[in-house]
């Protein structure tokens, strides 16, 4: 069993910036590929970005290509995503999600176990 605790949402203009956290407890996360999804309203829930549980391997949704990072820091218990040169569409529910049962390389949102409660992006035009 892993819980996730979402941090850094909030609301940003256009070019801005916003980095957010995943802390997650309970079960060792470092055998768990971690990833960020986010939904907006009225549209299916998308991967945004995938970490394998080493870190060596990042995927990201070309949308975010350039200009959204994913690291992790196993020691801390804690997944990252530093968001920068942040456009209005990029406006949805940011939620990090666990998994053990398939690669990082797998973007898939039915196949994560373990998920946050989620943190709000905003970003104005």
């Known amino acids: 069993q892993v819980q996730l605790v979402e941090s850094g949402g909030g609301l940003v203009q256009a070019g801005g910036s916003l980095s957010l956290s995943c802390a997650a407890s309970?079960?060792?996360?470092?055998?768990?590929?971690m990833g960020w999804f986010r939904q907006a309203p009225g549209k299916e829930r998308e991967s945004v970005a995938r970490?394998?549980?080493?870190?060596?391997?990042?995927y990201y949704a070309d949308s975010v290509k350039g200009r959204f990072t994913i690291s992790r820091d196993n020691s801390k218990n804690t997944v990252y995503l530093q968001m920068n040169s942040l456009k209005p569409e990029d406006t949805a529910v940011y939620y990090c999600?666990?998994?053990?049962?398939?690669?990082?390389?797998?973007?898939?949102?039915?196949?994560?176990?373990?998920w946050g409660q989620g943190t709000q992006v905003t970003v104005s035009s």
């Open positions: 999600a666990a998994n053990r049962r398939s690669s990082a390389a797998v973007g898939t949102p039915e196949l994560y176990e373990y």
């Open positions: 309970g079960s060792t996360f470092s055998s768990y590929a």
């Open positions: 970490i394998s549980w080493r870190g060596a391997s990042t």
